[in-house]
């Protein structure tokens, strides 16, 4: 009895401490569609979560058309600036592509949102 506990002590904090390996699918944090800019819109597309902004440690998530290199670029960028922007939506630029951040409503928790200001519709979300 004692060493099955011991065992399964051990396979937890195994799995505890490496933590996963690869991207693993994350929820959409707003089931609503966000606005990018006048006439453009973003579709609530699965997420891939990509890990975490180092400045906040936000969680980083991104739509399956970017990839978490950029995402976790887009995240340096706009953690970066965020302490400054007062709440109000900033472009930075990142990934070679401008990205409109700003923060958004959740369900119930806000999140930070990034929109590729470009027709792709890439989407990066940072979440606590």
Same mark, same amino acid.
């Given at each position: 009895m004692r060493s099955a506990k011991l065992g399964m002590a051990a396979?937890?904090? %195994?799995? +505890?401490t490496l933590g996963p390996t /690869?991207?693993?699918a994350a929820p959409p944090p707003?089931?609503?569609p966000a606005s990018a800019s006048a006439g453009k819109t973003a579709t609530a597309a699965p997420l891939v979560f990509c890990g975490t902004a180092a400045a906040f440690g936000l969680g980083v998530s991104a739509d399956r058309a970017s990839s978490c %290199?950029? +995402?976790l670029r887009v995240a340096a /960028?706009?953690?970066g600036?965020?302490?400054h922007t007062r709440g109000a939506p900033v472009e930075v630029r990142a990934g070679g592509t401008t990205w409109l951040c700003r923060e958004r409503q959740g369900n119930p928790d806000p999140y930070q949102e990034?929109?590729?200001t470009g027709d792709?519709?890439?989407r990066v979300t940072l979440t606590s």
């Open positions: 396979g937890l904090l %195994a799995a +505890a /690869a991207p693993v707003a089931p609503a %290199a950029v +995402a /960028a706009y953690t600036i965020l302490p990034c929109l590729d792709s519709g890439r």
